[in-house]
């Protein structure tokens, strides 16, 4: 810095006290104008060398001499600081274990202090004044510590039961007013929400409407709430379901492949059918005891409680017999046509001659 009062520039040098340079001179008549003819560091010393002056440089040291100053000159000219020579003051303590139940704690400037150890300590008694409901106990090679257990003594809360325990509702989800209630109320909610079905093979409630189901009920009503027996006086024995509406099942045929062969010659529907003559049924009921086309007794799985078929299969089964059936009376009824033909054929004959017999008697 430099005063512009005196011309005096002041040096502040790093951990050191400041050095400065008189340049009052400069202002000299006939000086004014010069200029540094030179400007270096040597030695830790600042050379300033003025133009035409013909004195040497003017030198101002740049390292203070006080103590514990470690910045020194290099080989270079320039200041350095040394950092070999700096020491840290560290506050170095130790704490030693004694095996003995003791520890020994040293302070940084190496005085020692030998205390007992409470990591392995035990409780040598416990003792409750009734009077003042405080527990006293006992720690070994400790002082003692208390607890006031006298707030377990308080009025109301010492032996409380579930229904004499309040509950706080702001937000008035329940009834009750107390635990016991509430968890009753809990309990009637949750039996009622439970769903009755239950995931195939298990009794795990369904939760997903991926999940295979069945129920265990032992009747289920579509529509309805009451079994048909308790309606007007029908009794429906075994009755498992009833439905009020109607049900549609999807499947993969449909028996219009009866009348496509009776009028194609062939189906496209079922190209493999092929209508049976009535004898050829006959045979083969004679045979199997069911009809050709329909599942047999015999190919039903059986439960506990009946056979088990499958209604899909069985409603096509059955509008396929209907349909050969029609065919079958169709075919009767052409075949009497062509008989009644015949016969009155025959009659009108036999009318012309008993006509031509008359008259040749």
């Known amino acids: ?53 013909g004195v040497d440089p003017s030198r101002v040291d740049l390292i203070s001499n006080n103590a514990n100053n470690d910045i020194s000159a290099g080989t270079d000219g320039g200041l350095y600081l040394n950092v070999a020579s700096v020491s840290i003051s560290e506050t170095v303590t130790t704490l030693t274990d004694n095996l003995d139940g003791t520890y020994t704690y040293a302070s940084e400037n190496g005085t020692p202090t030998r205390f007992v150890g409470t990591d392995d300590q035990g409780i040598e008694g416990l003792v409750v004044d009734t009077g003042t409901n405080v527990l006293t106990v006992g720690i070994e090679n400790g002082a003692s510590r208390t607890v006031d257990l006298s707030h377990l003594d308080d009025s109301g809360t010492d032996d409380q039961t579930a229904g004499e325990v309040e509950v706080a509702d702001a937000a008035n989800h329940f009834t009750a007013t107390d635990v016991e209630g509430v968890l009753e109320e809990l309990k009637s909610e949750v039996e009622s929400s439970r769903s009755p079905w239950n995931r195939e093979g298990t009794t795990t409630v369904a939760n997903s409407n991926t999940n295979d189901i069945y129920i265990q009920a032992d009747w289920l009503g579509i529509g309805m709430q009451d079994r048909s027996n308790t309606i007007d006086d029908v009794v429906a024995t075994g009755e498992r379901l009833w439905v009020d509406g109607t049900i549609r099942t999807s499947g993969s045929v449909y028996p219009d492949y009866v009348f496509e062969e009776f009028v194609e010659g062939v189906s496209k529907i079922v190209p493999d059918y092929r209508r049976r003559s009535l004898k050829d049924v006959l045979t083969y009921i004679k045979t199997y005891k069911h009809l050709p086309g329909v599942t047999g007794i015999n190919e039903l799985p059986r439960t506990a409680n009946g056979y088990s078929f499958n209604i899909t299969d069985l409603a096509v089964q059955s509008l396929e017999k209907i349909e050969e059936l029609y065919l079958y009376l169709i075919e009767q009824q052409q075949k009497v046509e062509r008989q009644q033909e015949q016969i009155d054929t025959l009659k009108a004959r036999l009318f012309a001659l008993e006509k031509k017999f008359e008259k040749e008697k």
């Open 1 to 53: 810095m430099v005063d512009t009062g005196t011309n005096v520039l002041t040096v502040g040098i790093e951990n050191g006290a400041s050095r400065t340079v008189d340049l009052s001179h400069l202002d000299d008549s006939g000086t004014d104008d010069q200029s540094v003819d030179d400007l270096f560091l040597f030695g830790g010393e600042l050379n300033i060398s003025l133009e035409g002056d």
